[in-house]
């Protein structure tokens, strides 16, 4: 869906400036991101190594979440910072919920700056669940 300006001012203005997911506040470089994702299919044309050389035509878009429902509209739009964005992807809010919350786990395995952190008690892990900004706005 391409946003004309006004559209994306809009978007930008619906949870105060702030992201829909983290809350951080939006700077200049901010994403437009579809909560029920939308998948794009393509049809991938190869040369004879195998090799990527064409997207043939438009994508064909699904949505992801919503059975036989459209995604790709203006009121399936959320603000998003780009790193929330980023880390979102093609995922539902409900998997993106299950990302987050595995990130202690992962820290405590592949991360030695974390562990010796936590160790000296400049970390402090908590299990309460992950709450998205948009699920609290308005709510204060």
């Known amino acids: ?4 300006p006004t559209q994306r001012e809009e978007i930008r203005k619906k949870y105060g400036g702030r992201c829909a997911y983290c809350g951080c ?5 901010w994403h437009a991101d579809h909560l029920w994702p939308v ?4 049809e991938w044309v190869r040369d ?13 878009k699904r949505c992801i979440g919503l059975a036989n429902a459209q ?3 203006f009121e399936n739009m959320m603000p998003a910072c780009p790193s929330c964005n980023t880390i979102k992807g093609s995922n539902t809010l409900g998997r993106f919920r299950e990302i987050i919350a595995g990130f202690i ?7 030695t700056q974390y562990k010796f952190a936590k160790r000296y008690g400049l970390v402090k892990e908590s299990n309460i669940e ?6 609290t706005y308005g709510n204060n």
């Open 71 to 73: 995604c790709d509209t």
């Open 48 to 60: 004879e190594n195998g090799r990527v050389i064409f997207v043939n035509g438009q994508p064909k």
């Open 105 to 111: 786990t992962s820290l405590n395995r592949d991360s």
């Open 130 to 135: 992950v709450k998205f900004y948009l699920e």
């Open 25 to 29: 506040e939006l700077g200049q470089r």
């Open 1 to 4: 869906m391409k946003l004309t």
């Open 39 to 42: 998948q794009r299919d393509y």
